[in-house]
């Protein structure tokens, strides 16, 4: 008579598939998986990243760090036409890089016909073109001799009132 365990042993065993062929086939679904949840985090930072550096204003808070003796400094060439002349060409060579010819901003750099700047004083931007604000991405212009950036405060003192374009901050880091 033969015994009745050994057969169940055998289908059982047929029946049963061993855990790694299961496992096996799982790897690609959580790979694919961990691949698309990857890329969703990574487009919804891309975009928040490009969201905050097209909508953020300057705050202004530069203003806060120059000192008394330099906010009250005068522009030795204030109302000199050839001297805004020569400044308008600085501001072309050195300037307009980041903020334009026409000084109304590009994409995520300043205008600088914004109140803030039409409002500072010569001194406080005689400051911020020495110093800069690399927090903000202006760099220092201590290597331009002094009479050359009063020359360019000069120019920025004709320009009339502007809005920023569309793409560029609505603030100043100047």
């Known amino acids: 008579m033969p015994s009745s365990l050994p057969a169940a042993q055998e ?8 855990p790694q062929a299961e496992s096996r086939k799982r790897q690609p679904l ?8 990857s890329s969703l985090i990574i487009l919804a930072a891309g975009y928040s990243t490009i969201s905050f550096a097209q909508t953020r204003v300057f705050d202004g808070k530069w203003l806060h760090r120059v000192p008394d003796e330099d906010r009250a400094r005068k522009n030795p060439f204030a109302h000199n036409p050839q001297a805004a002349e020569a400044g308008h060409q600085l501001f072309l060579a050195n300037c307009a890089k980041c903020h334009a010819a ?3 901003g590009r994409p995520n750099r300043p205008s600088l016909r914004t109140e803030r700047i ?3 004083t010569d001194g406080e ?3 911020m073109l ?3 604000d690399p927090y903000q991405g202006m760099p220092q212009w201590s290597s331009l001799p002094e009479d050359q950036r009063w020359q360019i405060i000069a120019f920025l003192r004709t320009l009339p009132p502007g809005h920023p374009r ?9």
């Open 166 to 174: 569309p793409s560029s901050r609505s603030g100043s880091s100047m």
């Open 11 to 18: 289908v059982s065993s047929d029946q049963r598939k061993p």
């Open 125 to 127: 931007l005689a400051w």
């Open 30 to 37: 959580l790979l694919s998986a961990a691949i698309i949840v």
């Open 130 to 132: 020495q110093h800069g």
């Open 118 to 120: 039409r409002h500072a």
């Open 102 to 104: 026409d000084a109304n």
